[in-house]
Nanobody
Framework: QVQLVESGGGLVQAGGSLRLSCAAS????????MGWFRQAPGKEREFVAG????????RYADSVKGRFTISRDNAKNTVFLQMNGLKPEDTGVYYC?????????????WGQGTQVTVSS
């Protein structure tokens, strides 16, 4: 099992940037593909980005392509989500998740989430 703790959320104006971090502890971090999901008020949780165990393969939701970048530092047991060009529709709780597969498919372990609010 792996424990995940997100940080870096906050309030930002439209067009601004935030960098989310997710620190992992427990089992070997490099043994998990990682992903970010988000949930807006009144909506279902949705996939944002995923990264393979090595970091060599990434994928994104169409709504964030070209604006968000997922990366990981296996030496520091941390995955990041760099968010640029933020829009009000990016508002929500962002969750970090771990998948024991080589490539990210679905979240198995989840963090508690960090709030991101984008004002217009």
């Amino acid at each position: 099992q792996v424990q995940l703790v997100e940080s870096g959320g906050g309030l930002v104006q439209a067009g601004g940037s935030l960098r989310l971090s997710c620190a992992a502890s427990g089992r070997t971090f490099s043994g998990y593909a990682m992903g970010w999901f988000r949930q807006a008020p009144g909506k279902e949780r949705e996939f944002v980005a995923g990264i393979s165990r090595s970091g060599g393969t990434t994928r994104y939701a169409d709504s964030v392509k070209g604006r968000f970048t997922i990366s990981r530092d296996n030496a520091k047991n941390t995955v990041f989500l760099q968010m640029n060009g933020l829009k009000p529709e990016d508002t929500g709780v962002y969750y970090c998740t771990a998948d024991p597969n080589v490539y990210f498919r679905e979240g198995v372990y989840w963090g508690q989430g960090t709030q991101v609010t984008v004002s217009s």
